[in-house]
């Protein structure tokens, strides 16, 4: 969304939603709230090593760090076998998944497959030196709606939060008890959340106009540290 704005400007843009998203994912000086599992060069390369790997894993992985709901221990320590990740979580396998949330990890497992680790690794390493921090001052007049994942296994809350604090017409509201991929089990509670009539306020935000053309972001040097 950040990326949009920077390329084309805000014309056609009217309002914003964020899910689970932090506005810087390394670490860097005075920035320790990005992600949880890659944040720096070493987790980086273990990362992309990963992908390539083992791609089936890092999908199961990626649902058992992504997903709200409480995954039973056979999914936790499943590792690379002959069983296909639809087997690993076929009730058998995994009799805490409800029958309605089976199908969507299976679909976001699928959906992994389909692409190719290294290119994944690559575009990690893009857009995780991303620093939207100096962006989100620039949005005023532009509502945005900040939904964050008290349970995420991807971001911390605070480092979430800080979307709320920098924008400076935010609400964010924080689901307790839904992790990264909220929107896909709650879309009707983020609706009711951006029509509430007492939102969550947010932080005093920081006041800069908006450039009059779309700036590039700050790209983050990768910490190895």
Known sequence: ILSYIELFGRARVSKLVFVDQAPL??????????????????????????????????????????????????????????????????PARSPALSEEGRPRLQVLIAETLKCDGRRLGELMRDHTQLDWRPLLPTLRGLPVLNCVGGQSG?????????????????????????????????RRACAEAGAASRPCAPRAAASCPAPQFPRPAKACPISTG
Not at 156 to 178: D, H, M, N, T, W
């Open 154 to 186: 991807v971001f911390p809350v605070e480092g979430c939060l800080e979307i709320g604090r920098l924008a400076p017409e935010c609400k964010s509201v924080v689901f307790k008890q839904a992790a990264a991929p909220l929107a896909t089990r709650r």
């Open 25 to 90: 994912q390394n670490r860097a000086e005075g920035w320790e709230i990005g992600s949880k599992g890659c944040y720096d060069e070493a987790s980086l390369h273990k990362l992309q090593a990963a992908l390539v790997a083992d791609l089936e894993e890092c999908a199961v992985g990626t649902v058992k760090g992504c997903t709200s709901l409480a995954l039973p221990d056979e999914l936790k320590k499943a590792r690379h076998s002959s069983e296909t990740p639809a087997r690993r979580l076929s």
